[in-house]
């Protein structure tokens, strides 16, 4: 079955630049899109179709794409940005795959 | 306002059965598709199936194809999840949420960008 792959953990200190990696092999064939979920809520869309941002996310949020590799990075990162990190994609049969997930730990 | 409300939490017994709902709300419910999406205890998402409801086209993941049954009635734009017989190891939390579909085919994937606020089952003997 398809994967996607991410870190298990990121680390950085505020006003720095966070950056989550997810690969997987079908990914310069599918887009890709993230989501941000802190504890006790539901998942939020932060980044579709690669690198586009959702109304009511801050521009700090982006999104790119370099072969079988996509990249969540967060600029200028707050401490409100702590949270867990899921990439997102389908595989060519249209079954829609979840990567591990990051923590990202705000130092 | 576009929302998803999902039922109550759950308390069962292993080979009781179960359906959790999903009701959409300020949008066209037959023109977006609802997936469902577990995540246990302390664990990351897993991408359980979808459904159209605007004809009930249905794809499960292979993980799950068997093991839960996804349905809808578009006359009340409710979405369903449910079991026969369930395990303990279905103890999670059940999200649903609207399939947006950017690239406008299915099979170009999409992406949830509505959640409904979770459905926490508990099966334990």
């Known amino acids: 079955s398809y994967e996607l792959t991410q870190p298990p953990s990121v680390s950085v200190s505020p006003g720095q630049t966070a950056r989550i990696t997810c690969s997987g092999d079908?990914?310069?064939?599918?887009?890709a899109y993230w989501y941000q979920q802190k504890p006790g809520q539901a998942p939020v869309l932060v980044i579709y179709k690669d690198s586009e941002r959702p109304s009511g996310i801050p521009e700090r949020f982006s999104g790119s794409s370099s072969g079988t590799t996509v990249t969540l990075t967060i600029s200028g990162v707050q401490a409100e940005d702590e949270a867990d990190y899921y990439c997102q994609s389908a595989d060519s049969s249209g079954i829609w795959v979840f990567g591990g997930g990051t923590k990202l730990t705000v130092l | 306002e576009v929302q998803l409300v999902q039922s109550g939490a759950e308390v069962k017994k292993p080979g009781e059965s179960l359906k959790i709902s999903c009701k959409g709300s300020?949008?066209?419910?037959?023109?977006?598709?609802i997936g469902w999406v577990r995540q246990m205890p302390g664990k990351g998402l897993e991408w359980m199936g979808i459904?159209?409801?605007?004809?009930?086209?249905?794809r499960y993941s292979p993980s799950f194809q068997g093991q839960v049954t996804i349905s809808a009635d578009k006359s009340i734009s409710t979405a369903y999840l449910q079991w026969s017989s369930l395990k303990a190891s279905d103890t999670a939390m059940y999200y649903c949420a609207r399939g947006a579909l950017y690239s406008g085919s299915y099979l170009e994937g999409g992406a949830f960008d509505i959640w409904g606020q979770g459905t926490m089952v508990t099966v334990s003997s």
């Open positions: 079908a990914l310069p064939k599918q887009y």
């Open positions: 300020g949008y066209s419910f037959t023109s977006y598709w």
């Open positions: 459904i159209y409801p605007g004809d009930s086209d249905t």
